[in-house]
Each structure stands twice: as structure tokens, then as C-alpha cells.
């Protein structure tokens, strides 16, 4: 069973900044991707940004400009850099790592964003 640990969520003003960590417990380079999603309350989960193997990534049109997603592979960790953080950004965050035919989810990180 892989595990998937994220850190880095946290109360921040509007405008500011904050830097997600998923750490897995195996390669990540064994994933076809990985990516960040996000709920919020009353809300269904989305996919906020995901990067495959290749480098390759793609955002929700809402956090594009302001978010990146980046991997380090030696470090089996993937990253999400958030500036210019909303309030509309407050949710948990999940780091997901998919496979061919695997699909693993984090706990969870909380991120709140006051105005």
C-alpha cells in the first residue's frame, strides 16, 4: 500500500503564499502522474493541477498563473507552489498519485485563505 503525506497547508491572507509537499512511500516515478486536488466544503473534489512523468502538466483554469506543480523523483516528493492565494482557494488538499491501475490518495492538508 503506498502512503501519501502532504504538509505545507496552513491559514494565510489573501495574497499571500504557500508551498504544498506530498511525499510517497515508494518511487513516484512509478506513478503515471500526480497531482493535487482540492474540496471544499459542500463542494466536490477537483483536480487542481497534475504532472505526469514527462514533465508535463496542466491546471484548473482558476489557479493558472498562480499555481505550479513540480516533482522531485530522488525525493518521491511533488510539490504545490501557490501564490497570490484567494479565498475561494480555502479547501483540503490532496496529493493523488495515479497509476495504470492504481489510485492513491493522501489524508489531506487544509489550506485557508482569509480576506
Known amino acids: 500500500q503506498v502512503q501519501l503525506v502532504e504538509s505545507g497547508g496552513g491559514l494565510v491572507q489573501a495574497g499571500g503564499s504557500l508551498r504544498l509537499s506530498c511525499t510517497a512511500s515508494?518511487?513516484?516515478?512509478?506513478?503515471?502522474?500526480m497531482g493535487w486536488y482540492r474540496q471544499a466544503p459542500g463542494k466536490q473534489r477537483e483536480l487542481v493541477a497534475r504532472?505526469?512523468?514527462?514533465?508535463?502538466?496542466d491546471y484548473v483554469d482558476s489557479v493558472k498563473g498562480r499555481f505550479t506543480i513540480s516533482r522531485d523523483n530522488a525525493e518521491n516528493t511533488v510539490y504545490l507552489q501557490m501564490h497570490s492565494l484567494r479565498p475561494e482557494d480555502t479547501a483540503v488538499y490532496y496529493c493523488?498519485?495515479?497509476?495504470?491501475?492504481?489510485?492513491?490518495w493522501g489524508r489531506g492538508t487544509q489550506v485557508t485563505v482569509s480576506s
Open positions: 515508494q518511487s513516484i516515478s512509478s506513478f503515471n502522474a
Open positions: 493523488n498519485a495515479l497509476g495504470i491501475f492504481s489510485n492513491y
Open positions: 504532472i505526469n512523468n514527462g514533465g508535463k502538466s
